[in-house]
């Protein structure tokens, strides 16, 4: 295996590269690869990828061997886990299962380098009832899936029911999954580099696209150097790739067919795996749902269709609440938007100084934009964080400010020492996930001109933030060796998807999720009658309920089928769940619901 200087230590070893074991596995052949994935399938994804028949699969039973525990809990180490082509589980986190797993960086080079994917497992406590093992995706692209199950798989698993493991994975690039895709040499290093970010807000009249072009400009050509080799990870980190590699685990694991639930971008790892595989497709949900074809496009078109809505139900929900429940109250909800933006007008013309907080902080109106689209996600944990730093300003209250600035922008520790978590550090893995995913856009001042005022049509307060996908893209240099270039529709899939989208999506609007359910036929769609991303954002009875009766026998729910809230921001509990009767698994889901709008699926803000 040759080495590169641009990631190559002074030994001339590749760190975190992992060459193929000496004692590889008979490989099956190209016949049995048919049997197992489908001939008609195979034939699409060689015509799309000019795919190698895949590595051997070493089916296990659900419960692969265990090794001995290494320290739990918060001092768990990932990289004391020697990874194998086989699933070795080693306890870890209370009760937890953790495994890393050796899988082809490239598949069509079967004998090459290999990556080390990150599992962590919560098993199923109903053994006797055992359903398999649901993989889960956070979003992103870039987000963590072992985090997330630390965030949010004991709830995950209230929901989808005792009789099924509930699975994060870290995708290629990112957490503790090597080779990491990261372009900056330290944590604190990409921590000063943060710390230069410009406050401006990106717009066209003030030069701030040059300056946020130039930084871009800056990213792209380290990442180039650092993970843009011929075996550099930002090459072999493409959706299409992660899609594979879910189903190598689900087959590792003993399961023909895939079970999943992707929220975010992890609705458009499903696409993408639902249209590569569509007869290895089992119980796959995909919640908040992006259009793929826009994705792969970079035209990031639709995006913001429903954001100002969702925006502007902080203003109604703060009306409707009172001044008991809302500090920002007035006797309509025009007058407290109005209120809203005299305080970013006000904060633009002189920003506030904040010498107390730690770190000490100049409050800018960038400050409030960003906080504002980020309890769009959120509005049940974030719309009282926007009102009382509102009142706050209003007030000139440093003594409140100062105990807020730590939620309004996140505090910045530097430190010269190793992190004791690495795959906790930050890396680039979105850029080179997406940017590598979707078509070639260089950047052109007029067609930028163009997207960013069709944006601004439909929100100006999100399009300054959003409009950095763009130019994140537009300068991204590392280009994968292949892509998935096939269609995102199946005629039919072994068992039919389930899409969940709420109403109002700051991101993922209702049309996508109508325009991908039309795609892939059987699929059923259940609307959430909500504002935030993905249904996790607003507990929901219903919702869980539907998505138990799927998972636990394939019951989807009816065309049409509306599902209500239990609870509204500002509000509190709905008048329709209070005088609801509640059994007491029905009062499990809701809380387990309610515990899921606390650990939101990661977004595809920068």
């Not at 290895?280 to 035209?299: E, L, Q, T």
């Not at 009102?387 to 996140?410: F, Q, R, W």
């Not at 249904?535 to 636990?552: D, E, G, Q, W």
Request: one cysteine or more; hydrophobic letters at 40%; a negative charge.
């Amino acid at each position: 295996m040759a080495t590169h200087s641009s990631f190559a230590d002074k030994a001339g070893h590749l760190p975190y590269l992992h060459p193929r074991p000496h004692h590889t596995q008979e490989r099956r052949t190209t016949a049995l690869f048919r049997t197992v994935i489908g001939a008609t399938v195979l034939a699409a994804v060689v015509q799309s990828l000019t795919y190698l028949p895949p590595t051997s699969y070493s089916v296990f039973t659900s419960r692969p061997r265990t090794t001995a525990a290494p320290p739990d809990g918060a001092n768990f180490d990932w990289f004391s886990l020697e990874p194998s082509e086989d699933i070795q589980w080693t306890p870890c986190y209370s009760g937890e299962q953790c495994a890393r797993v050796l899988l082809p960086l490239d598949y069509a080079t079967p004998d090459g380098p290999q990556t080390a994917i990150a599992l962590r497992m919560i098993p199923a406590a109903d053994q006797d009832n055992y359903k398999g093992t649901l993989l889960v995706n956070p979003g992103g692209p870039g987000g963590s899936g072992t985090g997330f199950i630390g965030r949010a798989g004991r709830n995950i698993s209230r929901i989808v029911g005792p009789e099924y493991d509930v699975l994060g994975f870290d995708p290629r690039g990112i957490g503790a999954s090597t080779p990491s895709a990261r372009c900056f040499e330290t944590e604190s290093q990409r921590k000063l580099w943060d710390l230069q970010e410009d406050q401006r807000l990106l717009n066209l009249t003030d030069g701030s696209v040059d300056w946020y072009r130039a930084r871009e400009k800056l990213v792209a050509a380290r990442c180039e150097e650092k993970i843009g080799g011929e075996w550099g990870i930002a090459r072999f980190a493409g959706t299409h790739l992660v899609a594979r590699d879910m189903l190598e685990i689900a087959q590792k694991l003993g399961q023909e067919k895939l079970q999943y639930w992707g929220f975010s971008y992890g609705t458009i790892l499903g696409q993408y795996f639902a249209a590569m595989f569509p007869d290895k497709v089992g119980r796959v949900i995909i919640d908040g749902v992006f259009d793929a074809y826009s994705y792969r496009a970079n035209i990031w078109e639709t995006s913001l269709v429903d954001t100002d809505a969702v925006i502007n139900s902080f203003f109604h929900f703060c009306h409707e609440a009172g001044p008991d429940k809302c500090k920002l109250w007035e006797s309509s909800p025009s007058q407290i938007r109005t209120r809203y933006l005299d305080v970013l007008r006000a904060v633009e013309a002189e920003p506030i100084a904040i010498p107390l907080a730690d770190p000490p902080l100049v409050l800018t109106r960038k400050h409030l934009q960003m906080q504002i689209f980020s309890a769009a996600y959120k509005p049940l944990a974030g719309f009282g964080l926007v009102a009382d730093t509102i009142v706050a300003i209003e007030s000139h209250n440093l003594t409140t400010l100062t105990a807020l600035a730590p939620k309004i922008v996140d505090p910045t520790e530097c430190s010269c020492a190793a992190p004791n978590q690495p795959w906790l550090a930050g890396s680039e893995a979105m850029r080179a996930i997406e940017c590598g995913d979707g078509d070639e856009q260089p950047y052109d001042a007029r067609a930028f001109e163009e997207y960013y005022e069709r944006s601004w049509s439909l929100s100006q307060l999100a399009t300054p933030v959003w409009a950095m996908n763009y130019l994140s893209c537009a300068e991204w240099r590392v280009r994968p060796k292949t892509r998935w270039m096939g269609p995102f529709e199946a005629e039919e899939t072994a068992n039919p998807l389930l899409l969940i989208s709420p109403r109002y999506d700051p991101v993922c609007p209702l049309v996508d999720a109508q325009a991908v359910h039309a795609r892939f036929g059987g699929a059923g769609l259940l609307v959430q009658e909500s504002y935030g991303h993905c249904s996790l954002s607003a507990p929901s009875l219903c919702t869980a309920k539907h998505v138990r009766a799927y998972m636990a026998n394939g019951t989807l729910p009816a065309p049409g089928t509306v599902c209500e809230v239990d609870e509204l921001p500002f509000i509190g509990r709905t008048d329709a769940s209070k005088l609801r009767g509640e059994s007491r698994e029905d009062a499990d889901l809701l809380d387990a619901m309610r515990g899921l709008s606390q650990a939101l699926p990661v977004s595809f803000l920068r």
